[in-house]
């Protein structure tokens, strides 16, 4: 016999993801028949409000498309900018840029790892990974002025040099980070409970999963190495020596597995930009910003973030204001098409650990 | 010079030689832009997946040139095979914005044209999932349609909080209420005052 199916409003206010997203589903018994998403509760119409502005004005609005990791949007709008316009970044604030893209990573993993295992119900791990969170923010409140939006990363290079003794500071930030990953893996990724709820669940199908548009680490889970900063190198990443992890079975704990291990990464490459990081110049000036014309071009520059492709596409048409500017975020194709596909046939206890550990973050579906 | 791009000139060539009316180009290292008569796009893009090896479909963007009463739907494809990226271009009438869904090649494509459907008001035939995606209500012309007068909409739609019935400018407000002496160059620098 049939069971019967009941619909299930998923949110728009649940532990799976950082914001607001409802998933409308339809679920006999305890298991999903079929998923929607629902997303609009964080349109705030970005990409409209950038043709109305100048270029410089448009830079404070694209960093609050994602709030767990601002610095790629930034990094991505200053790149297709430069690029239309032909503009050479000082080699310092090419390394700059690294260093802060990197730190966001390492926050944003942060955040993942509280979300992920508030998920499966270890309370302790995103107390402990929102306070050490907190260590990175610290240093980007010195950089930048701001702890979440940087506004920092611009056309031209960035907007401040670094303080003095920034880097002995960000040095000991990453001695104490590196010393708190083996209390994570005994506390989350040793734990039975964690392994018993990610292995096999989630599962994304290897064959398909190019054609599908998953990208970071849910690609990398799936065994299959692919990197922006690998594939076509942006700033200085051809001069850094990293690997790229990646771990079989395209499930949760696949995925959760890469992020972990490219962690280790993430310090590792902090540690050569700063000991590469040259002197000199941080800033290729721009005009005056309300006298900046940008050039009739088109471009479109990607980025690795923490969820994986972060991609721009960038039109000018020779004025005062962007043409358009359209953005890509990876939860643009993993929160809808792909968690609308997973999500069939699992469990309901299992929807907000799915969810997380494909990093959907809503406002870069609706912007 | 052209030793750089072996693989992507060699894409352009086969590109040419299979649709003769393409305008195929190189941007840059790694991109190539291809022109296309909006009716060659559906074949064109089922050929790139299937015999060029772009699988992955990045990006779909539309752009709103109004002033040619068209519209620029741009396909950003990427192959990890030959690690290129093609900006596919094409143009359709803005009146009536008519076009066919290329969601049987990806399926993340449905997302993408329903936005369009809502932002923009192109309509995918054969996409049957073209319903209300980010909007709640909308009864508007398309908002990112560049006619879409963002400022008048909120005029007409919002009212103003009490005191700030016209629009003052915060800072004259400050100097009134506390006596601080507002800095010249927040003066200078006003958008305002740009006008």
Known sequence: ?367 | MDKDFINENKTIEEIKNTFHSAEAKLQRKNRIIVKLRSDLIPPFLSYAKNYLSFDHLAHFSCVDWIEDNQFELVYILYSYEKNIIAIVKTRIDREKAEFVTVKHLWRQAETFEREFHEMYGINFTGNNRLTEFILEDWDDIPPMRRDFDTMQYSKENFYTRPGREDAQDVREVITKKSGEKIPDFAKEFSVRKLK
């Open chain 1, 1 to 367: 016999m049939r069971e019967k199916e009941t619909t299930l409003y998923f949110g728009p206010q649940h532990p799976g993801i950082t914001g607001n997203m409802m998933v409308k589903l339809k679920v006999a018994g305890d298991t999903i028949v079929k998923a929607e998403t629902h997303v609009g509760y964080l349109h705030r119409a970005f990409e409209k409000l950038m043709e109305r502005r100048t270029w410089m004005q448009s830079f404070p609005i694209v960093c609050r498309i994602c709030v767990p990791e601002p610095d790629p949007n930034e990094e991505n709008l200053a790149r297709a900018v430069e690029e239309i316009e032909g503009r050479e970044v000082p080699e310092r604030a090419k390394y700059i840029r690294v260093m802060v893209l990197e730190l966001s990573r390492l926050a944003a993993y942060f955040l993942w790892m509280g979300g992920q295992s508030g998920t499966a119900g270890l309370y302790t791990v995103p107390q402990w990974s929102v306070g050490d969170r907190d260590y990175i923010l610290d240093l980007f409140e010195e950089l930048t002025g701001g702890r979440i939006y940087h506004m920092y990363i611009w056309a031209g290079g960035v907007r401040r040099d670094l303080p003095e003794g920034f880097a002995d500071k960000v040095l000991k930030t990453m001695d104490y980070i590196e010393s708190r990953l083996p209390e994570y893996d005994k506390l989350m990724f040793d734990n039975a409970i964690f392994q018993k709820r990610a292995q096999g669940i989630g599962v994304i199908d290897k064959d398909k999963a190019l054609e599908w548009g998953v990208v970071g680490p849910p690609l990398r889970g799936c065994g299959i190495k692919h990197d922006v900063r690998k594939d076509e190198p942006y700033e200085v990443y051809d001069k850094l020596d990293f690997v790229v992890p990646t771990y079989e079975g395209g499930d949760i704990w696949a995925r959760a597995m890469v992020r972990r291990k490219e962690m280790e990464q993430s310090i590792s490459i902090i540690r050569q930009v700063i000991e590469k990081m040259p002197g000199g110049e941080y800033y290729n000036k721009v005009p005056t910003p309300l006298n900046w014309f940008v050039p009739p071009g088109e471009a479109y520059v990607k980025t690795e973030s923490a969820r994986g492709e972060f991609g721009y596409y960038v039109v000018s048409d020779g004025s005062l204001k962007p043409r358009r500017v359209h953005v890509r975020g990876p939860a643009y194709v993993h929160g809808v098409s792909l968690l609308e596909n997973i999500l069939v046939g699992a469990n309901i206890s299992d929807v907000a650990m799915i969810m997380n550990s494909l990093g959907v973050c809503p406002p870069e579906i609706e912007r």
